[in-house]
T-cell receptor
Framework: DADVTQTPRNRITKTGKRIMLECSQTKGHDRMYWYRQDPGLGLQLIYYSFDVKDINKGEISDGYSVSRQAQAKFSLSLESAIPNQTALYFC?????????FGPGTRLTVL | GEDVEQSLFLSVREGDSSVINCTYTDSSSTYLYWYKQEPGAGLQLLTYIFSNMDMKQDQRLTVLLNKKDKHLSLRIADTQTGDSAIYFCAESSLMDTGRRALTFGSGTRLQVQP
């Protein structure tokens, strides 16, 4: 079984809808991260969490929120999706600096 | 904020060596990383180097670090078609929160021609 899982793997939604992307890990890591990937732009950090009570904004947090429900779960929400949030979203975990990534969620906002 | 720069594209012939270059800005980076992304997949950790090292070799992969010039390179010996992918350089950057997170380059697409 994969150490870092993301659900759903693909999602198409409409402008204005609320959507949640979920991430679970079995690696026992304390730290979890959400990134988005756009073609030619690499990965940009949205939010990160170093433990259940610790949530930090990344470089592009506007329009997003997160919830760290447990050590193993970190969800990303788009309260009112807009088309420029169409991207590939990755969750990652780490114990130190080295991060391990999930398979990604492809989100399309129409 | 911190910045990581990579060239966008590299094309090599099968059997040749590939060299992918990266420059970074955070002189306090503790680790520097190379990740590989195959089409439709997530990022796979390929290798990393601690900032007090100059070189690290792992089978066909050689990482060179020039800390003075903040330059990192990844050499792949005997490049195979299965090495075709996007390669991301990343540095462990100090955030405004005082915590460290990874800053990624935009990725280098490696195309291996038979």
């Amino acid at each position: 079984d994969a150490d870092v899982t993301q659900t759903p793997r693909n999602r198409i939604t409409k402008t204005g809808k609320r959507i949640m992307l979920e991430c679970s890990q079995t690696k026992g890591h304390d730290r979890m991260y959400w990134y988005r990937q756009d073609p030619g732009l690499g990965l940009q950090l949205i939010y990160y969490s170093f433990d259940v009570k610790d949530i930090n904004k990344g470089e592009i947090s506007d329009g997003y929120s997160v919830s760290r429900q447990a050590q193993a779960k970190f969800s990303l929400s788009l309260e009112s999706a807009i088309p420029n949030q169409t991207a590939l979203y990755f969750c990652a975990t780490s114990q130190g600096d080295t991060q391990y990534f999930g398979p990604g969620t492809r989100l399309t906002v129409l | 904020g911190e910045d990581v720069e990579q060239s966008l594209f590299l094309s090599v012939r099968e059997g040749d060596s590939s060299v992918i270059n990266c420059t970074y800005t955070d002189s306090s980076s503790t680790y520097l990383y190379w990740y590989k992304q195959e089409p439709g997949a997530g990022l796979q950790l390929l290798t990393y180097i601690f900032s007090n090292m100059d070189m690290k070799q792992d089978q066909r992969l050689t990482v060179l670090l020039n800390k003075k010039d903040k330059h990192l390179s990844l050499r792949i010996a005997d490049t195979q078609t299965g090495d075709s992918a996007i390669y991301f350089c990343a540095e462990s950057s100090l955030m405004d929160t005082g915590r460290r997170a990874l800053t990624f380059g935009s990725g280098t697409r490696l195309q291996v021609q038979p």
